[in-house]
């Protein structure tokens, strides 16, 4: 019985050390696993770094790029801002020309017909090239009264003109495109006397 005993200790004994060799072998195995895998994550991870870095790079450069061209279409703007208005004057200096002969002229003649004539011409010609710059007369003159056009600055009896009618202009009017740069100071015809009366009367 004794005997039995001692062979099942030492079977125990023996199994208790092949299982100690076990696990120091599977410690030893994960260990060299972990090198392993912290090797190629140390790669893996240098390799990131270096892309990091050629990303960073890259972004410098881009904000450099984007600042350069910040600056560069500022400069530009500033530049069309300044000579915006060149083409428009240029056209306009053939019109002083002229303003300049007829006033020459005048101080020589006393053909007053002459001057009036030449600047009419003169306003014609300077009509003309602000149309061709998109700018236009405001129609005021016998027009139905537009407070969108017109800004009224007398209100008239008239035995001719309709009623809310613009009799005359005080002051013209104009438009820039489709824009009001100003609008056309007028008298507005309130009708004739008998009619002006019944309104009032109401």
Not at 10 to 17: R, V, Y
Not at 178 to 195: F, N, Q, T, W
Request: charged content about 45%.
């Amino acid at each position: 019985m004794a005997e039995n005993e001692k062979e099942l200790e030492k079977e125990k004994a023996i199994d208790a050390e092949e299982q100690i060799d076990e696990v120091e072998k599977e410690e030893d195995r994960v260990v060299e696993i972990s090198e392993k895998e912290l090797n190629e994550l140390r790669a893996a991870l240098d390799s990131k770094e270096k892309e990091i870095e050629s990303y960073k790079d890259r972004l410098l450069r881009l904000a450099a790029e984007m600042e350069n061209l910040r600056k560069r279409l500022e400069r530009e703007k500033e530049e069309h801002l300044k000579f915006a208005n060149e083409n428009l004057i240029k056209r306009l200096l053939p019109v002083i020309d002229n303003l300049e002969r007829s006033i020459e002229h005048a101080k020589q003649s006393q053909d007053v017909e002459g001057l009036i004539e030449g600047v009419e011409m003169t306003l014609k010609g300077f009509l003309e090239v602000l149309e061709q710059f998109g700018c236009k007369i405001i129609k005021a003159e016998g027009e139905p009264f537009d407070p969108a056009y017109h800004e009224a600055i007398q209100k008239q009896e008239s035995e001719e003109i309709p009623q809310n009618r613009v009799i005359c202009e005080y002051q013209k009017g104009y438009m820039m495109n489709d824009r009001l740069l100003r609008p056309a100071k007028v008298v507005v015809s309130c009708g004739k006397l008998e009619e002006t009366e019944k309104e009032s009367n109401k």
